[in-house]
C-alpha cells in the first residue's frame, strides 16, 4: 500500500538535546511538508519541500532543520534553539501542481522531560 | 489576510442525530476547499475536495456544500455514529501550488451514545 510513514509515534527530548523525526513516503510525490500542531490551533507550516535536495523554510521554522537527500524521505531535525518543541508533527506530500494527492502521516508526538 | 475560520469550536451530539459544521472563508485566490477528519492522536485523512464549480460532494454519510460567492462551506453529517468523534477540520487552497494551504482550527464531535 502507498502511503506515509513517520516515525516514532512518541519522543521524548531532555533539555538542549536534538532530536529528528523521520517521514518516508512511497507515494511518488514530488512535494514534502512538515507542520505543527498545537491545541486549538490549526497546523502551521515548518519546511516543505518541492524537489530533492531543495527546501523552502515556513511559517515557524525557527529551531528547525530538514534536508532532503532522497524524494521518499524528509527528516525534520528538533534543535535545542526551540524553546517549545513539545507538540504533535505531521509529515504531508503532495503532487505539486494544484495541489492534489495531498496524504498526511500518522504524526509524531514529541515531549520535552 | 488569508484566513479560514469553522464554527463551531467544538460540539456534542446523540448517536443517530445529524449535525452541520461550518467553514468560513476569505482565501484568494481561490483553487480548492478539503475537510479531513482527524481522530485523536493521528493524522488528517481527507473527506472530501472542492473546487470553485462544484457546489456540493459526497463522501459516504458525509455531504460538503460549498458556496463560492459568499465563501462558505458546510460538512453535514447524517445519522452520526461513535466513530465519528474527532476533530473535522477545513482546509482551503489558494490557486498557487505548493505551500498555500490555509488550515481552519478544527470543530471538535463528540457522539455520544
Known amino acids: 500500500d502507498g502511503g506515509i510513514t513517520q516515525s516514532p509515534k512518541y519522543l521524548f527530548r531532555k533539555e538542549g538535546q536534538n532530536v529528528t523525526l523521520s517521514c518516508e513516503q512511497n507515494l511518488n510525490h514530488d512535494a514534502m511538508y512538515w507542520y505543527r500542531q498545537d491545541p486549538g490551533q490549526g497546523l502551521r507550516l515548518i519546511y516543505y519541500s518541492q524537489i530533492v535536495n531543495d527546501f523552502q523554510k515556513g511559517d515557524i521554522a525557527e529551531g528547525y532543520s530538514v534536508s532532503r537527500e532522497k524524494k521518499e524521505s524528509f527528516p525534520l531535525t528538533v534543535t535545542s534553539a526551540q524553546k517549545n518543541p513539545t507538540a504533535f508533527y505531521l509529515c504531508?506530500?503532495?503532487?505539486?501542481?494544484?495541489?492534489?494527492?495531498?496524504?498526511f502521516g500518522s504524526g509524531t508526538r514529541l515531549t520535552v522531560v | 489576510k488569508n484566513q479560514v475560520e469553522q464554527s463551531p469550536q467544538s460540539l456534542i451530539i446523540l448517536e443517530g442525530k445529524n449535525c452541520t459544521l461550518q467553514c468560513n472563508y476569505t482565501v484568494s485566490p481561490f483553487s480548492n476547499l478539503r475537510w479531513y477528519k482527524q481522530d485523536t492522536g493521528r493524522g488528517p485523512v481527507s473527506l472530501t475536495i472542492m473546487t470553485f464549480s462544484e457546489n456540493t460532494k459526497s463522501n459516504g454519510r458525509y455531504t460538503a456544500t460549498l458556496d463560492a460567492d459568499t465563501k462558505q462551506s458546510s460538512l453535514h453529517i447524517t445519522a452520526s455514529q461513535l466513530s465519528d468523534s474527532a476533530s473535522y477540520i477545513c482546509?482551503?487552497?489558494?490557486?498557487?501550488?505548493?505551500?498555500?494551504?490555509?488550515f481552519g482550527k478544527g470543530t471538535t464531535l463528540s457522539v455520544s451514545s
Open positions: 482546509v482551503v487552497s489558494a490557486e498557487q501550488a505548493g505551500t498555500a494551504l490555509i
Open positions: 504531508a506530500s503532495s503532487i505539486v501542481r494544484a495541489n492534489y494527492g495531498y496524504t
